[in-house]
């Protein structure tokens, strides 16, 4: 019997329905390009998304595949994150203090798929605005990678890390992402995944509002997620505010304002901090003639940044910070005792913010439309208080500065992958003049998706 023609109509309009959504399915599978994808039936609402099935929500997954091969010419540097930017470098032999250990071995070479990464984003359109999630990993946990032997042995097998989750609506953020001191716009492109030393810590809880004034200006407001570490001058011990019963009361404030045009941009940011440190007994770090402590200061830090364009697509950047009680801020490559927001005298029942201060510089230039180089360095200084550190030799002990330097040729033969060269150095030096640097040659090919 011969179809009715609506019942005909009917059919049609369900076939094309499923071809709609088996076409999406396929190029998310396949890996459609943004361009092709935006094209088909069950496209998202931004480039390389797609409409899940049945709901207003587009979704999308990207990330890269890198390889890096590492040849360090003086002490081994960690496969794992990087050279750091001189945080915890190797010391020469020098006014009578002996090398530090490692530093004796040379000529190392390792290889790393550590750095890749993935991420999921959705969007979804709401009365009261759009809604986006993100969600983002990579395979640098901390406990996962080490420059052991075992790590070889054992398939090199390494941590699945959170790096970013939050989501946004309309003006706010909620969740882990980098923190609002830091301006990503203005940092340099370097192959090493420890980068130069640049204001900001990673990547942290935090509760953050933007608001867009329409005429290129940002204003950013932020509260973070606290964590404070201090350096027990009396004991010469380290620990961060979740050892013993040290606590943080407060959360760390952020404040910041980003001005956008076509020649680049300008940013300027605050920060401002509460500085504790509980001591109890045995149970903290303290081990000095009186170990229960108890102290509070107040840390601040300002940093100026942006990037300009110069000629072509050449591009420099630069920032310059500093404050006081910084710790973790005055770079990503921080860690409590590289960094330490606090000196605490467990003697004394005294604490002292420690002031610190940086400048980074960087220069992209275009060779041709798919090979660029990138000249980058970077300078962090400690304002170490000789007055205040009563351990023995403990004050020559403490870091006076980091420096890094990055030089690298990248060539993109295809928009989805980078590959080529960096050379990089990195040093620091104590109070008591003594010295180590690592130099490094990595060799990189990412495959973005």
């Known amino acids: 019997m011969a179809l009715g023609v609506t019942e005909m ?49 587009s979704f999308s997954v990207g990330g890269y595949v890198k390889l890096d091969y590492f040849y360090d010419f003086t002490e081994a540097g960690s496969q794992n994150g990087g050279l750091g930017g001189g945080v915890g470098i190797p010391l020469d032999a020098a006014y009578g203090h002996p090398a530090t250990g490692g530093h004796g071995v040379h000529g190392v070479s390792q290889m790393s798929a550590a750095e890749s990464r993935f991420n999921i984003q959705t969007r979804t359109p709401t009365a009261y605005g759009e809604v986006k999630t993100f969600i983002e990993g990579d395979f640098t946990n901390p406990n996962g990678v080490t420059n052991s032997q075992s790590l070889v042995t054992e398939s090199n097998s ?93 959360p760390d404030f952020m404040a910041g304002a980003v001005f956008t045009q076509p020649w680049g941009h300008v940013s300027g940011r605050a920060i401002f901090r509460d500085l504790y440190d509980h001591q109890f007994g045995s149970t903290g770090i303290g081990t000095g003639v009186n170990a229960n402590t108890s102290t509070s200061q107040f840390g601040y830090g300002l940093a100026l940044g942006g990037d300009f364009k110069t000629f072509g697509k050449d591009d420099l950047v630069g920032q310059i910070w500093g404050g006081e009680g910084m710790g973790r801020y005055l770079s990503p490559n921080c860690s409590a005792g590289g960094c330490p ?31 660029r180089s ?49 050379f990089i150095y990195t040093e620091r030096e104590t109070e008591s003049g003594q010295t180590g640097n690592q130099m490094r040659f990595q060799y990189s090919a990412k495959w973005k998706f």
């Open 9 to 57: 109509k009917l059919r049609k309009l369900k076939a094309a329905a499923a071809m709609g959504s088996l076409t999406a399915t396929v190029a998310l599978l396949a890996g459609m390009t943004g361009a092709h994808a935006q094209g088909a039936p069950g496209a998202g609402s931004y480039p390389g998304s797609f409409l899940i099935p049945g709901t207003n929500t």
């Open 158 to 250: 390494t941590g699945l890390r959170l790096r970013q989750a939050y989501g946004t609506i309309g003006p706010f953020l909620a969740g882990q992402t980098f923190d609002a001191f830091r301006d990503l716009n203005a940092e340099p492109e370097d192959l090493d995944f420890g980068g130069e030393n640049v204001p900001g810590a990673n990547r942290q809880p935090q509760i953050r509002y933007t608001y867009d004034t329409g005429i290129g200006l940002n204003l950013i407001g932020a509260i973070e997620n606290p964590s404070t570490g201090w350096v027990d001058t009396a004991a010469g011990a380290t620990a961060d505010n979740f050892a013993g019963t040290n606590a943080s009361k407060i």
């Open 341 to 371: 927001d606090l000196y605490v005298n467990s003697a004394t029942n005294s604490s002292e913010a420690v002031s610190g201060w940086g400048v980074m510089a960087g220069y992209q230039h275009w060779w041709a439309d798919n090979l």
């Open 374 to 422: 990138n000249l980058n360095g970077s300078y962090v200084e400690f304002e170490n208080d000789s007055g205040f550190v009563t351990a023995a030799n403990a004050f020559t002990t403490l870091n006076k500065h980091y420096i890094t330097a990055h030089v690298n040729l990248i060539w993109s033969p295809v928009p989805s992958m980078d590959t080529g060269p960096e």
